[in-house]
């Protein structure tokens, strides 16, 4: 069964460095999403990607964080300089054309002291 | 108002237990319904889609009130294997997915 697939699968880095997330989504999926989830809380959006640019982006998805489709299957997710609070699991999903159904990844969890 | 709002849990239950979790949203314009579930530090897992006129998977029961905006989840004869955060999540059209909070079931021997 194809999935979506995350690496690392855990990052530890330095408050104020640049940390890259990758995810490869489900092949013939056409919309990739990331969320976030602090421990202990909600799973929270953060941004859609359609036809190689943003489609929605929630207020959490500030200057610091960008999205990039760099060839036809990576998906990735770029915060220039961490802060302490930017900790969380990190979870990719991608759906097909016309249809609500995600395809979540099994997460990256950032660590950032 | 929270988007959406779920029972704020946890639920303890014997095995063979039915039980059932309650879930509202806020934003009337809602069109897409679904129950996921999370088993500890693991992604989001689908577990069903919720339509207006309720659909029913093995033990599992899903029920929508579109006029009170309520989303329900009904697990028949529980399993320990069922032990995990049922996430009841809400989508507009266009929009993105909003998940709620979660709600705990622990499932005893």
């Known amino acids: 069964e194809p999935e979506v697939t995350q690496t690392p699968s855990h990052q530890v880095t330095q408050m104020g460095q640049e940390v890259i997330l990758r995810c490869v989504p489900i092949s013939n999926h056409l919309y990739f999403y990331w969320y976030r989830q602090i421990l202990g809380q909600k799973v929270e959006f953060l941004v859609s990607f359609y036809n190689n640019e943003i489609s929605e982006k929630s207020e959490i998805f500030d200057d610091q964080f960008s999205v990039e489709r760099p060839d036809g299957s990576n998906f990735t997710l770029k915060i220039r300089s961490t802060k302490l609070e930017d900790s969380a699991m990190y979870f990719c999903?991608?759906?097909?054309?016309?249809?609500?159904?995600?395809?979540f990844g099994p997460g990256t969890r950032l660590t950032v002291l | 108002r929270k988007e959406v709002e779920q029972d704020p849990g946890p639920f303890n239950v014997p095995e063979g237990a039915t039980v059932a979790f309650n879930c509202t949203y806020s934003n009337s314009a809602s069109q897409s319904f679904f129950w996921y579930r999370q088993d500890c530090r693991k992604e989001p897992k689908l577990l069903m889609s919720?339509?207006?006129s309720g659909n029913e998977d093995g033990r599992f029961t899903a029920q929508l009130n579109r006029a009170s905006q309520y989303i329900s989840l009904l697990i028949r004869d529980s399993k320990l294997s069922d032990s995990a955060t049922y996430l009841c999540v809400v989508r507009s059209r266009g929009q993105n997915f909003v998940f709620g909070p979660g709600t705990r079931l622990s499932v005893l021997p």
């Open positions: 919720v339509y207006s």
């Open positions: 999903a991608s759906t097909e054309e016309n249809t609500d159904t995600q395809y």
